[in-house]
């Protein structure tokens, strides 16, 4: 998996370097480990699909960081049958546009919440529209 980090991935795991609120070393790296776990869900990956010569259904191997890097990596182990690369949508996001996610980019800062949630028209634009949620602003 051949990732470049992003500002916001960088922050958070910082967040958690910097804390005082672990008492030893196991107990941050468990927080890192769910926080970067936390964070790759929140990108796209891709699987590389096999399917055999015979054509039975093949194996398949996840996640890649990109198309490139799976086709590549098809071609230095040298699976044989024929195989392609599909995209897998981030599983982070389906729930963050559902249940909102606050501090991340591309959601409302004011209130987590995706911005299609939050009103285009009238007196109410800008105001998210969710019935539990109070925010009169979008803020990017
Ligand atoms: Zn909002
Ligand atoms: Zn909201």
């Given at each position: 998996m051949r990732i470049t980090p992003r500002k916001e991935e960088v922050s958070r795991v910082v967040a958690i370097l910097e804390s005082?609120?672990?008492?030893d070393a196991d107990q941050m790296a468990k927080a890192l480990i769910k926080e970067v776990a936390d964070i790759l869900a929140m990108r796209d990956w891709y699987a590389l699909v096999h399917t055999w010569n015979s054509g039975e259904r093949g194996l398949n191997w996840a996640p890649f960081a990109s198309e490139s890097e799976a086709l590549r990596t098809a071609a230095r182990v040298g699976i044989g049958g024929r195989y392609g690369v599909v995209k897998l949508y981030s599983p982070g996001a389906l729930v963050a546009n559902h249940e909102g996610k606050k501090g991340?980019?591309?959601?409302?800062?004011?209130?987590?919440?995706?911005?299609?949630?939050h009103s285009m028209a009238?007196?109410?634009?800008?105001?998210?529209?969710?019935?539990?949620c109070d925010c009169t602003r979008l803020v990017k």
């Open positions: 005082d609120g672990f008492t991340w980019p591309g959601y409302c800062q004011t209130c987590g919440h995706p911005p299609f949630t009238g007196n109410a634009r800008g105001k998210c529209l969710l019935g539990t």
